[in-house]
T-cell receptor, first 117, second 115 residues
Framework: AQKITQTQPGMFVQEKEAVTLDCTYD???????LFWYKQPSSGEMIFLIY??????QNATEGRYSLNFQKARKSANLVISASQLGDSAMYFC??????????????FGTGTRLTIIP | GAGVSQTPSNKVTEKGKYVELRCDPI?????LYWYRQSLGQGPEFLIY????????DSGLPNDRFFAVRPEGSVSTLKIQRTERGDSAVYLC?????????????FGPGTRLTVL
């Protein structure tokens, strides 16, 4: 089974609108972390937001928020007021086990987001 | 400050040749990771160093792949007898491991093409 599933290969969104990128995960660990990264055409992975499995509140970072639904094992990224510069690939990733243990990340296949002016 | 750097940015080689890819992590970062990203896929974990030692090399696909980090800073990923299937972008990341969320900072990658 895939550990991280991103079902939207591509999305087109009008500038200034909000967009939700889907991510579901599969793990038997009680302690884990979920990350979202942005990869522009330049290729560099940029960290956006993090949610720990024990965090009770949804994470927020500026225009980014994470809709964490633990029982459904989903961790969707919400981008508010989208901008042209948001056009990029977006990857959901998971660290299984506690923080400061083995920190290797398992990534999904990504969603290509295109913002339309 | 300076981010993670990787050299070369592009490497073209012939099947059967040996290649070395270099990663310079962010100064002070104790953890270093190598990932491989094939076209249209997310990065795939290869190996993780904590200091000088490889803490987890479970992602290395076979014994043609080897990585070192002799002084706990710069790391080199070595690929022997390259095959066309090794063509991918090789990403390096580092983290400081001192506070949550302990995010990984990625370099720009080395695009390896095996002809």
């Amino acid at each position: 089974a895939q550990k991280i599933t991103q079902t939207q290969p591509g999305m087109f969104v009008q500038e200034k609108e909000a967009v939700t990128l889907d991510c579901t995960y599969d793990t038997s660990d009680q302690s884990y972390g979920l990350f979202w990264y942005k990869q522009p055409s330049s290729g560099e992975m940029i960290f956006l937001i993090y949610q720990g499995s024990y965090d009770e509140q949804n994470a927020t970072e500026g225009r980014y928020s994470l809709n964490f639904q633990k029982a459904r094992k989903s961790a969707n990224l919400v981008i508010s007021a989208s901008q042209l510069g948001d056009s990029a690939m977006y990857f959901c990733a998971m660290r299984e086990g506690p923080n400061f243990g083995n920190e290797k990340l398992t990534f999904g296949t990504g969603t290509r987001l295109t913002i339309i002016p | 400050g300076a981010g993670v750097s990787q050299t070369p940015s592009n490497k073209v080689t012939e099947k059967g040749k040996y290649v070395e890819l270099r990663c310079d992590p962010i100064s002070g970062h104790t953890a270093l990771y190598w990932y491989r990203q094939s076209l249209g896929q997310g990065p795939e974990f290869l190996i993780y160093f904590q200091g000088t030692g490889a803490a987890d090399d479970s992602g290395l696909p076979n014994d043609r792949f080897f990585a070192v980090r002799p002084e706990g800073s710069v790391s080199t990923l070595k690929i022997q007898r390259t095959e066309r299937g090794d063509s991918a972008v090789y990403l390096c990341a580092s983290s400081i491991r001192d506070s949550s969320p302990n995010e990984q900072f990625f370099g720009p990658g080395t695009r390896l093409t095996v002809l």
